[in-house]
């Protein structure tokens, strides 16, 4: 699942990023649920190991899938974050006094 937010959609997309996660953590639940039940049922050894295997592969999968959403929702704010540091960089150049200025530093000792 590719998960990006732009600056103007920043708040759209992190409710459905949000959104995403709520769903897999109920997916998560469930699962983890279905693990507990097939553990203390009567099915036969070689089955229920199948089972348990499957279930554990899919419980992976999702936190697979909630972890990606949170590092690109997290990368995403790394952004935004870095393009307002960038935005506002410019600014504090023109306010700050220009002493770099060649031959600002040079002695005038005559």
Same mark, same amino acid.
Not at 9 to 21: F, Q, Y
Not at 49 to 73: F, G, N
């Given at each position: 699942?590719?998960?990006?937010?732009?600056?103007?959609?920043?708040?759209?997309?992190?409710? *459905?990023? *949000?959104?995403?996660?709520?769903? /897999?953590?109920?997916?998560?639940?469930?699962?983890? +649920?279905? /693990?507990?039940?097939?553990?203390?049922?009567?099915? +036969?050894?070689?089955?229920?190991?199948? &089972?348990?295997?499957? /279930?554990?592969?899919?419980?992976?999968?999702? =936190?697979?899938?909630?972890?990606?959403?949170? !590092?690109? &929702?997290?990368?995403?704010?790394? +952004?935004? =974050?870095?393009?307002? @540091? +960038? @935005?506002?960089?410019?600014? !504090? !150049?023109?306010?700050?006094?220009?002493?770099? !200025?060649?031959?600002? =530093? /040079?002695?005038?000792?005559?």
């Amino acid at each position: 699942m590719q998960v990006s937010l732009s600056p103007s959609t920043g708040n759209a997309a992190s409710s *459905a990023t *949000a959104s995403d996660i709520a769903k /897999l953590q109920k997916q998560l639940k469930s699962l983890v +649920e279905e /693990l507990k039940s097939v553990a203390t049922s009567d099915m +036969e050894a070689k089955a229920k190991k199948e &089972r348990v295997k499957l /279930l554990q592969a899919q419980i992976q999968m999702v =936190q697979a899938q909630i972890s990606a959403i949170q !590092r690109a &929702r997290q990368q995403a704010q790394q +952004e935004v =974050q870095s393009r307002k @540091a +960038e @935005a506002a960089s410019p600014q !504090r !150049r023109a306010t700050e006094p220009q002493t770099s !200025r060649p031959g600002s =530093q /040079l002695d005038t000792l005559a």
